[in-house]
């Protein structure tokens, strides 16, 4: 018997391990080093605004992680959540980006480690040399650092979530210590404020700028998603520890940069002026003129969270590009792993090419390289968190879910793209070298990736029939219920023959989360035979097709269908009413009117369907009128064609306050569709629009009826009196709803 | 005081508020998620009103 036991990781990982995790991944990257040329750029005021806007920046796009992480604890990542968003190339460029920036990040801490290093070692005589030639230590310095990094992680030795919250709290409490001495030494020399004048040092623009260029030290977040599965209760804690690193490290930067503006004694000079001398280095020296042994401090806390970093970033970096190859989109000897010690070794290595090159530019450049590349894969996470709440909201357990949404997620996106625009400021080459990247990877995508793309694979057909004929108009017949299968077949079968369509006998396989996938071929035999069955029953000169596709959700399995395909209508099968409250018709039924994006037909079969199936005599069109209604018209002709059945346009005048010539406007291109055929128009009064309808429903054998028309932003069904006719009427009842094209996009997107 | 100080400390402390803000309602959100052990989307829109 095969064993199914999967090996878990020991849950060890508290609340504030998670938080220490990501608030140490952050304030080891930008801070020592971005701070300093920022204030030179942007003024001593402007550093402040750039914290303060990028914390809030980088909260909305904590959110939308927040949000996949509560509910896809298990993926962990950026390049995970923009996979099971968009797969395809927007998935392998997104891990392609993420491989390339956490690379970069990795080798602006070794420059880091080094800047800061050689800065505390150049004051001693005996390395009095170094100031000889300092860009060229300070470069092979970082390459050093990288390798023993690489050489540690190779050897499989890590720190574990303790020893990493421990580091960075350690950070933390030392720059919140500079902080506070900040204002303490504000206090006691309020001439000291006089550093914060001019405010700006070259206006509003360059705060944009700035914003772009620290935003590096707002993205370590991502770590606490990678850590789901050690998480102790990951559900509650994994989005709390994501929001609340964030507004450590916001109060941690604004407190620091304040401490950073107060410690310079400018003498004459304008302290925009003074740090853009000092550059990488200014912020050290501010502190070291803020109190005594304040340099050695932020010194070696810059060394101990450049080094930690540094660790985190290797080991990130290898996991990501391990991943790319594994998903079959990088050749596999990336994703290899040593035998002897169970690591990627092949994926530390790949990744530290890309850190040497990139530590052979200058520190601004590396650093807006980062920044840039993080900006577009946060985009890209804001985007996802849209898509993914759309489309599998229902399905997925979420343990965090953000207020004010889709608002958040697009106001991030629409920031993110104006910062990285505007890096373009700050440095040409990062530009360059990220659209180079791109362009490398979209050609890779195109000649190696895209044949092995797993993901595309994942529209899963396990089996598909074509018939030798096709024609333009589709109709799709999904057959997942035994029960009513017969039933949506017969009255499909009418549709396609009075437009000349084809149809689609569709049927998904679900297979549960922790079932593999390819366990699905177990269960289409079931599903052949039923589709078997029902094609005996139809008239063979129609085009038809079947298909049994696999998927984790019937809902998802159908709405893939349906785009894939391009498909005009699908007819669905309800049985009149829903056990579930959250739902209005069903689960799967809910899901895929709100999201097929096509011509929409639900049939909910009367007690006396049997009796009237091919005896349909008199066929009912309850309307007031809209583009649902006109299609509900369409349906109704084609089926009284074939029956030979007389139609009755009804109208229920509510409270009788409308004049008959003014409904009779409304109704005219109802009517309009059944082209001089011997149809019948009657109006009738009553307050209860239901119940009339229910009343002359009972005198005919079938009620087709139209959604009602809705707000832009509303996000219904059919709308209640279809619904509750169909759920109450004894005659079976179809409900037909129009794709609205660009306005029926918007719901699907925005309705909720 | 010139006006860009006083321009600027307004979008310090208003952004600085907001995300506090933010943090402290979605704080809540999770609480209430994991109190009453809600699942998908529409049960949570449901029951917190989001």
């Not at chain 1, 018939?467 to 017969?490: C, F, G």
């Not at chain 1, 049994?548 to 005009?568: F, H, L, M, P």
Request: proline residues 3%; positive net charge; aromatic residues 10%.
């Amino acid at each position: 018997m095969k064993n199914n036991i999967q090996p878990e990781l020991s849950r060890e990982l508290s609340l504030f391990h998670l938080t220490m995790m990501g608030a140490g991944m952050m304030i080891g990257a930008g801070v020592f080093v971005a701070t300093g040329i920022s204030i030179g750029v942007s003024g001593p005021g402007g550093i402040l605004i750039t914290f303060a806007l990028n914390g809030l920046i980088a909260l909305f796009s904590a959110m939308s992680l927040a949000e996949l992480a509560s509910a896809l604890p298990a993926a962990g990542g950026a390049y995970t959540y923009v996979q099971e968003a968009f797969g395809g190339v927007i998935g392998f460029i997104s891990g392609w980006m993420n491989w390339f920036a956490l690379s970069v990040a990795g080798s602006l801490y070794a420059i880091t480690f080094s800047t800061y290093t050689l800065h505390l070692l150049k004051g001693f005589d005996v390395f009095s040399f170094i100031n000889s030639n300092l860009i060229l230590y300070e470069k092979i310095l970082a390459v050093i650092i990288a390798l023993i990094f690489v050489f540690i992680n190779y050897r499989g030795v890590s720190e574990t979530g303790g020893s990493t919250s421990l580091i960075a709290l350690g950070q933390t409490v030392s720059l919140g210590v500079i902080g506070l001495i900040g204002i303490l030494v504000a206090l006691k020399q309020p001439e000291r404020l006089t550093n914060f004048s001019p405010f700006l040092n070259q206006g509003w623009g360059k705060i944009l700028v700035t914003m772009g260029f620290t935003y590096v030290g707002f993205e370590g977040y991502e770590v606490i998603a990678h850590a789901g599965e050690e998480a102790i209760n990951p559900k509650e804690n994994i989005p709390k520890a994501i929001l609340y690193s964030v507004i450590i490290v916001v109060t941690t930067y604004i407190l620091v940069a304040f401490a950073a503006v107060i410690g310079v004694k400018p003498e004459g000079m304008a302290v925009a002026e003074w740090f853009r001398a000092r550059g990488a280095t200014g912020f050290a020296d501010s502190i070291k003129a803020l109190f005594p042994f304040g340099g050695v401090l932020v010194t070696l806390a810059a060394i101990f969270s450049s080094t930690s970093a540094l660790n985190a970033t290797i080991y990130s970096a290898a996991r990501v590009s391990f991943a790319i190859s594994r998903d079959g989109f990088l050749p596999k000897v990336i994703s290899l792993v040593s035998k002897k010690r169970r690591v990627p070794h092949v994926a530390f290595l790949s990744s530290i090419i890309i850190l040497f090159v990139a530590a052979a530019l200058p520190v601004e450049d590396v650093a807006a390289s980062a920044d840039i590349m993080f900006l577009l894969i946060f985009l890209l996470i804001n985007v996802s968190v849209i898509k993914i709440r759309k489309e599998m909201g229902d399905e997925l357990k979420y343990g965090f879910l953000m207020p004010f949404f889709p608002a958040i997620p697009l106001i991030a996106l629409v920031t993110q793209l104006m910062l990285a625009f505007w890096l373009f400021d700050m440095s040409v080459i990062a530009w360059f070298s990220t659209i180079a990247w791109i362009s490398v990877g979209i050609i890779i995508y195109y000649t190696y990736s895209h044949s092995r793309d797993k993901f595309e694979s994942k529209k899963m057909i396990l089996e598909e029939q074509r018939d030798l004929k096709s024609r333009d108009y589709q109709v799709m017949v999904p057959i997942n219920n035994p029960e009513n299968a017969e039933v949506l077949t017969q009255y499909a079968e009418k549709i396609c023959r009075a437009r000349n369509g084809e149809m689609v006998l569709m049927s998904v396989v679900t297979v549960p989360d922790q079932i593999p996938l390819e366990e699905a071929r177990k269960f289409v035999s079931e599903k052949h035979d039923l589709i078997k069955r029902v094609r005996r029953m139809i008239n063979h000169d129609q085009p038809i097709h079947s298909i049994i596709r696999y998927s984790r959700s019937v809902a998802r399995g159908i709405i893939s269908s349906v785009k894939e395909r391009n498909t005009d209508l699908i007819v669905l099968g309800w049985k009149g009413y829903t056990k579930l409250q959250s739902f209005v018709m069903g689960s799967n039924l809910d899901r895929i009117i709100e999201g097929a994006a096509c011509d929409i037909m639900v049939i909910k079969p009367g007690k006396t369907e049997k009796q009237y199936e091919n005896n349909i005599r008199k066929i009912l069109v309850p309307s007031n009128g809209g583009l649902h209604s006109i299609m509900a018209a369409e349906i109704a002709k084609c089926l009284a064609g074939f029956y030979n059945a007389k139609v009755t346009v009804l109208n229920v005048n509510r409270f009788g306050k409308e004049v008959s010539s003014r409904i009779q406007r409304r109704l005219k291109p109802v009517l309009k569709q059944f082209n001089g055929d011997d149809i019948e128009l009657k109006l009738v009064e009553g307050d209860d629009v239901v119940k009339a309808i229910l009343n002359e429903a009972d005198k005919y054998d079938l009620v087709v009826l139209g959604a009602t028309e809705e707000g832009l932003f509303q996000q219904l069904l059919f709308g209640t009196i279809p619904e509750k006719v169909a759920a109450n009427c004894e005659k079976t009842v179809i409900l037909t709803k129009r794709d609205l094209g660009l306005r029926s996009w918007f719901k699907r997107w925005f309705g909720k | 005081m010139d006006l860009t100080l006083i321009i600027g400390l307004i979008i310090i402390l208003s952004a600085y508020g907001m995300t506090c803000l933010l943090i402290i309602k979605s704080k809540k959100i999770i609480e209430k998620i994991n109190q009453k052990r809600l699942n998908n989307t529409r049960e949570i829109k449901k029951e917190l009103g989001l």
